[in-house]
């Protein structure tokens, strides 16, 4: 089934909550909602759910306007960050519910409850626990649990709100690869609300990246990831460093060293900022008596973390004292023998500048 949501506005009181959101989710592919705290990302979701009315726009379902139908009309299978499983019932019959519930006419018989609800737990590998009880579960096995409940009445679009939030590290990410492989599975067109970034890019075909109650960005992972639409996007997906300066002509002039900044060749001593990633520096020994900007930006290597392949460095810009974070081979790293507190050259290899609009707009005057 695919989804299509038509400007979708939302209030609460004086707080937007979604800003004309209009959206597409392609059938079969697995979407994340992503962004901070508040962005509107879960307002969304419970309105294409039908838990939650806009204040105006559409919910279409496979090009029919759903938007006054019950959320029991959807065939929207829903799945919480708290499991929402029912306590004093068996992990058989927390499945089966959904089932059970449904009206007379289209209720399956007892035989064919008992044999799907044995075909889910095979499919999420827990068929051994169906006469365990939810309190007797892992945090990890409550979830499938969770997902194979929301999968018993065969929903044509799976919705999942922060569905490995209350999960520690390392199951979270045994539980997002399984996702994965059981999306791949089924097909079912499914949207995944998240604020963890590596969530998203490890698990999701399409990226819907939420701020304030606008889309930044929507684009597949590595769309989103590798040419960020905004400086917002830029920070909010991984590590960077922001190298500030004065943009003329396609060069970015910061710390004394300069940088290409191609898309940006109308401009005309505008103040900008570059975004380079931790992995996108290089770094060399500095050599005393080396012209000014010529090799990169001077710091001094505060601290550094070497363990792994990966070596983490904190480095300080002798100009202004900010810091930059570096990550580097560990080859590369004991081939230099750095040592904490002297003199590094950083060079981005590769940079994202943008104009800040403040300044695009005494541009504009002149």
């Given amino acids: 089934m695919s989804i299509e949501v038509q400007n979708i ?31 509107g990302k879960t307002t969304l979701l419970r309105i294409i759910a039908g838990l939650e009315s806009p204040d105006s726009g559409n919910v279409l379902l496979d090009g029919e306007d759903a938007s006054a139908r019950h959320v029991r009309e959807r065939q929207v299978g829903f799945v919480f960050q708290h499991y929402a499983l029912f306590k004093h019932m068996t992990v058989f019959e927390n499945i089966a519910f959904g089932l059970r519930v449904k009206r007379r006419s289209e209720r399956p018989s007892e035989a064919v409850i008992r044999e799907k609800v044995k075909k889910l ?13 939810p309190p007797q579960l892992s945090g990890g096995q409550r979830q499938r649990i969770a997902l194979a ?31 994965r492989r059981l999306h791949d ?38 769309d989103v990831y590798n040419h960020p639409a905004s400086p917002f996007v830029y920070g909010f997906l991984g590590n960077v460093n922001l190298f500030h300066g004065r943009v003329h002509e396609g060069v970015l002039e910061s710390g004394g060293a300069s940088f290409d900044a191609p898309d940006h060749a109308e401009a005309q001593d505008a103040k900008g900022i570059a975004y380079v990633r931790p992995h996108d520096l290089e770094i060399d020994r500095y050599t005393v008596g080396a012209e000014a ?6 710091a001094r290597l505060r601290r550094a973390h070497a363990i792994g392949p ?22 590369r790293f004991a081939q230099l ?6 003199m590094l050259l950083v060079r981005p290899k590769r940079l994202h500048v943008f104009v800040e609009p403040e300044s695009a707009a005494r541009q504009d005057i002149r």
């Avoid at 009445?153 to 490995?164: A, I, K, N, Y």
């Avoid at 890019?201 to 399409?206: P, R, S």
Wanted: charged content about 25%.
């Fill in 185 to 222: 599975d089924l097909h079912v067109t499914s949207i995944f609300v998240t604020h963890d970034q590596e969530e998203a890019l490890e698990v999701a075909d399409q990226i819907v990246l939420m701020n304030k109650g606008n889309v930044e960005q929507i684009g597949a992972p590595a």
């Fill in 310 to 331: 990966l070596a983490q460095l904190e480095l300080e810009r002798e100009d202004n004292h900010e810091l930059i974070e570096a990550l580097i081979s560990n080859e």
């Fill in 9 to 39: 506005n939302k209030r609460f009181g004086q707080f937007v909550a979604l800003n004309n959101i209009s959206l597409n989710f392609p059938a079969g592919e697995l979407t994340a909602l992503l962004g901070p705290s508040g962005c």
């Fill in 337 to 342: 023998a750095l040592k904490e507190g002297e």
């Fill in 149 to 179: 409940r929301a999968l018993a009445v065969e929903p044509r679009v799976l919705l999942l709100d922060e569905p490995f939030g209350a999960l520690d590290a390392k199951v979270r990410k045994e539980l997002r690869r399984w996702l």
């Fill in 121 to 133: 737990l095979e499919l999420v590998q827990l068929d051994w626990l169906a006469d365990r009880y």
């Fill in 293 to 298: 900007g010529a090799e990169g930006i001077p």
